[in-house]
C-alpha cells in the first residue's frame, strides 16, 4: 500500500522566513495530494492540494510542487506569520473508489514574532 | 452548504466501558466517509471508511469498528474499550470524484482511564 514520509518533524523560522515541508510517496498510482492544517486541538482542514497533472500551484504565500518522477512534493510558505505556526500534514491518494488519504506524520512549525 | 457534525468533543470513559461515537454531514448526498486516528503527537490513522450505507471497509484490525447506518451518518464503536484506544477521533467525508479534498470534524478527545 501507499506509504507517506514527511520532514522535518519540526522547523521553527523567524517571522517572514520562508518554510519547506518535504514528503515522499510510493505508490506511482497516486494521482491527488493535499496538504493540511492542524491547529491545537481542531481537525485538519485543507489548505491547498495539487493533482499529478500539475507540476506547481500557488495561493497567496503558499506553493506546492510536485515532482511524479521521484515521487515527492513540498509544501512552500512565503513571509510566514506567527499565526502558520501549526502542525502540518502532506496526504496522498487515488481519486476514484474509496479515495482513502494516507497521511505523512506531521510537521510542527513554530514561527516566532 | 455541506456541515459536519461530530460529537461528543471530549469523553473519558473506564477501561471496559462501551463506546459510540458519532458523526453526521449535512448538506450533502452520497459522501465518502472515514474514520482516523490520530495518537498523542504522532500522525492520521485511517481505522474504516466508507463509500455507501451498510458497506464499512476495516484498515487497521483492532478493538473498534464501524456502522452506517444512514447516508450521512457514521458510528464508530467498542463493546470495550482499552487504554490504547485513547486518542483524537476525526470523522471525514468527501464525495467521489470532486475536485476537492477531504473535509475532517472537529474531532473527539477520548481518554481511557
Known amino acids: 500500500g501507499e506509504n507517506v514520509e514527511q520532514h522535518p518533524s519540526t522547523l521553527s523560522v523567524q517571522e517572514g522566513d520562508s518554510a519547506v515541508i518535504k514528503c515522499t510517496y510510493s505508490?506511482?498510482?497516486?494521482?491527488?495530494f493535499p496538504w493540511y492544517k492542524q491547529e491545537l486541538g481542531k481537525g485538519p482542514q485543507l489548505i491547498i492540494d495539487?493533482?499529478?497533472?500539475?507540476g506547481e500551484k500557488k495561493d497567496q504565500r503558499i506553493a506546492v510542487t510536485l515532482n511524479k518522477t521521484a515521487k515527492h512534493f513540498s509544501l512552500h510558505i512565503t513571509e510566514t506569520q506567527p499565526e502558520d505556526s501549526a502542525v502540518y500534514f502532506c496526504?496522498?491518494?487515488?481519486?476514484?473508489?474509496?479515495?482513502?488519504?494516507?497521511f505523512g506524520k506531521g510537521m510542527k512549525l513554530t514561527v516566532n514574532p | 452548504s455541506q456541515t459536519i457534525h461530530q460529537w461528543p468533543a471530549t469523553l473519558v470513559q473506564p477501561v471496559g466501558s462501551p463506546l459510540s461515537l458519532e458523526c453526521t454531514v449535512e448538506?450533502?448526498?452520497?459522501?465518502?466517509l472515514y474514520w482516523y486516528r490520530q495518537a498523542a503527537g504522532r500522525g492520521l490513522q485511517l481505522l474504516f471508511y466508507?463509500?455507501?450505507?451498510?458497506?464499512i471497509s476495516s484498515e487497521v484490525p483492532q478493538n473498534l469498528s464501524a456502522s452506517r447506518p444512514q447516508d450521512r451518518q457514521f458510528i464508530l464503536s467498542s463493546k470495550k474499550l482499552l487504554l490504547s484506544d485513547s486518542g483524537f477521533y476525526l470523522c471525514?467525508?468527501?464525495?467521489?470524484?470532486?475536485?476537492?479534498?477531504?473535509?475532517f470534524g472537529s474531532g473527539t478527545r477520548l481518554t481511557v482511564v
Open positions: 471525514a467525508w468527501r464525495i467521489q470524484g470532486s475536485p476537492y479534498g477531504y473535509t
Open positions: 505508490d506511482s498510482a497516486s494521482n491527488y
Open positions: 495539487i493533482r499529478s497533472n500539475v
Open positions: 496526504a496522498a491518494s487515488i481519486q476514484g473508489g474509496s479515495e482513502k488519504l494516507v
Open positions: 448538506g450533502t448526498s452520497n459522501p465518502n
Open positions: 466508507s463509500v455507501g450505507i451498510g458497506q
